[in-house]
């Protein structure tokens, strides 16, 4: 049961992230071998004032 757990900054749309989804669940079938069935993509969709580069918030950094 391989994971790909993927974190980024909240934003992407559904379809964005289905299509991650189903991209790396196919490479990973293709270079690693195994049933795309049995692998596992997690999401994790970080909010900008949860996240630091630098020792600066995103949220600071890049406001909307």
Known sequence: ???IR???LEGRSREQKRELSEALTREYVRICGGRAEAIYVVIDDIPK???AVGGQLLADKYPD
């Open 1 to 3: 049961m391989p994971i």
């Open 6 to 8: 993927i974190e980024m």
């Open 49 to 51: 004032e949860n996240w």
